[in-house]
Nanobody
Framework: QVQLVESGGGLVQAGGSLRLSCAAS????????MGWFRQAPGKEREFVTA????????FYADSVKGRFTISRDNAKNTVYLQMNSLKPEDTAVYYC?????????????????????WGQGTQVTVSS
């Protein structure tokens, strides 16, 4: 069982930056692929970015590529999402998720079905 707790959300002006953190419980954090998803009001949850257990492989949605960076610190059981050049359309609740093999794999990391554990979400609001 893995528990995930996100933090770092808030209100920021367009063009600004935020860094989200997701702290995970458990002793085998490095065996989990981690992802960030977001859900805006009235829209479906969408993939933002993912990172492999080792941290060597990362993946991004086209809409955030070049602006967002995912990273992880396995010694601290934490994954981060650095968000720069924020736009109003980035406004959403951001969710951290964890999954491990065989359910999670690099090819399937963009699908929410690959993840077994989810955080409660943190609100990010970008004003224009």
């Amino acid at each position: 069982q893995v528990q995930l707790v996100e933090s770092g959300g808030g209100l920021v002006q367009a063009g600004g930056s935020l860094r989200l953190s997701c702290a995970a419980s458990g002793r085998t954090f490095s065996s989990y692929g981690m992802g960030w998803f977001r859900q805006a009001p009235g829209k479906e949850r969408e993939f933002v970015t993912a990172i492999s257990g080792s941290g060597y492989s990362t993946f991004y949605a086209d809409s955030v590529k070049g602006r967002f960076t995912i990273s992880r610190d396995n010694a601290k059981n934490t994954v981060y999402l650095q968000m720069n050049s924020l736009k109003p359309e980035d406004t959403a609740v951001y969710y951290c998720a964890a999954g491990n093999a065989p359910r999670w794999s690099i090819p399937g990391s963009r699908s929410s079905k690959s993840y077994s554990y989810w955080g409660q979400g943190t609100q990010v609001t970008v004003s224009s």
